[in-house]
């Protein structure tokens, strides 16, 4: 049972990383001249399961125009997978 919920566990959690990577690679497109479509359906659920981990964040992490936000999520979601990696397998 442990090893299930521990699967589990590291799927949700590598998806949430992938998912905070994906929106920041996609931040830089617009740089290279490429259209982001904020109706596309994609991109809303892309930004519909990473605003609620980096909003919070973004208040505190934000200096001038810079967002620090992603890089302290990428770190902090590995940092609770791995805590609760460590209880669920004891």
Do not use: C, K
Request: proline content about 7%; glycine content about 4%.
């Amino acid at each position: 049972m442990a090893e299930i919920l521990a699967a589990t566990i590291n799927l949700v959690f590598t998806v949430l990383w992938f998912a905070v990577l994906a929106r920041v690679l996609m931040s830089w497109l617009p740089m290279a001249g490429i259209r982001i479509d904020p109706y596309n359906p994609i991109v809303q659920f892309l930004f519909a399961i990473t605003d609620p981990i980096l909003d919070p964040i973004r208040r505190f992490t934000t200096v001038g125009m810079i967002d620090f936000s992603p890089i302290v999520a990428l770190f902090g979601l590995q940092f609770i997978q791995r805590i609760l990696l460590s209880i669920v397998l004891g």
